[in-house]
T-cell receptor, first 116, second 116 residues
Framework: AQSVTQLDSHVSVSEGTPVLLRCNYS??????LFWYVQHPNKGLQLLLK??????LVKGINGFEAEFKKSETSFHLTKPSAHMSDAAEYFC??????????????FGTGTLLAVQP | NAGVMQNPRHLVRRRGQEARLRCSPM?????VYWYRQLPEEGLKFMVY????????ESGMPKERFSAEFPKEGPSILRIQQVVRGDSAAYFC??????????????FGPGTRLTVL
């Protein structure tokens, strides 16, 4: 079965400093992985997705993530945090390989705080 | 192209009442997923539907919950005889179904259900 583990429930950074949000996955086959962001009381917005093409994936708002099979990781990074990046971030794996249901399996989320 | 629409955005019900949550997928999308987010938790898959068919309801509670996606009109998630534990945010996502396990799901803003 597929699963993701987000290693930090809370991360706090200063504005202008790098962001690193960690995610490890477990999958019996080559997974499809996603990062979604949720701002307070809002829906989820897709930041980026990995689908077995390039291992370094660039997303919106300056975020990127690198798929590392040897480490089973898919960490999210951004070179310089902005105040508007404060939100909750979810690492997600698709459970759909070879099956009819592409249901998403969510990590428990990482709450990112950005200090001025 | 309008995104995924959900209504109502907020719904308050007393214990024992019924709750009906609506989801209109993005134009051209025929696949609908419902997820539930309990307080302080990530999203959990509930049900996956295509037009007039329930494909996977493995995440639905066995009683009181039902879902449909008729040929015409929005998808409906129905909760009968609500209890306080049903209080949560319910998110709908849609996809066009052409990408297999790489398909991107686009989320609506959610319906926040409060049971008094």
């Amino acid at each position: 079965a597929q699963s993701v583990t987000q290693l930090d429930s809370h991360v706090s950074v200063s504005e202008g400093t790098p962001v690193l949000l960690r995610c490890n996955y477990s999958s019996s086959y080559s997974p499809s992985l996603f990062w979604y962001v949720q701002h307070p009381n809002k829906g989820l917005q897709l930041l980026l997705k990995y689908t077995s093409a390039a291992t370094l994936v660039k997303g919106i708002n300056g975020f990127e993530a690198e798929f590392k099979k040897s480490e089973t990781s898919f960490h999210l990074t951004k070179p310089s945090a902005h105040m508007s990046d404060a939100a909750e971030y979810f690492c997600v794996v698709s459970d759909g390989y070879g099956g009819a249901t592409n249901k998403l399996i969510f990590g428990t989320g990482t709450l990112l705080a950005v200090q001025p | 192209n309008a995104g995924v629409m959900q209504n109502p955005r907020h719904l308050v019900r007393r214990r024992g009442q019924e709750a009906r949550l609506r989801c209109s997928p993005m134009k051209g999308h025929s696949h609908v997923y419902w997820y539930r987010q309990l307080p302080e938790e990530g999203l959990k898959f509930m049900v996956y539907l295509q037009k007039e068919n329930i494909i996977d309801e493995s995440g639905m509670p066995k009683e009181r919950f039902s879902a449909e996606f008729p040929k015409e009109g929005p998808s409906i998630l129905r909760i009968q005889q609500v209890v306080r534990g049903d209080s949560a945010a319910y998110f709908c996502a849609s996809a066009n179904g052409t990408g297999g396990h790489t398909d991107t799901q686009y989320f609506g803003p959610g319906t926040r259900l409060t049971v008094l």
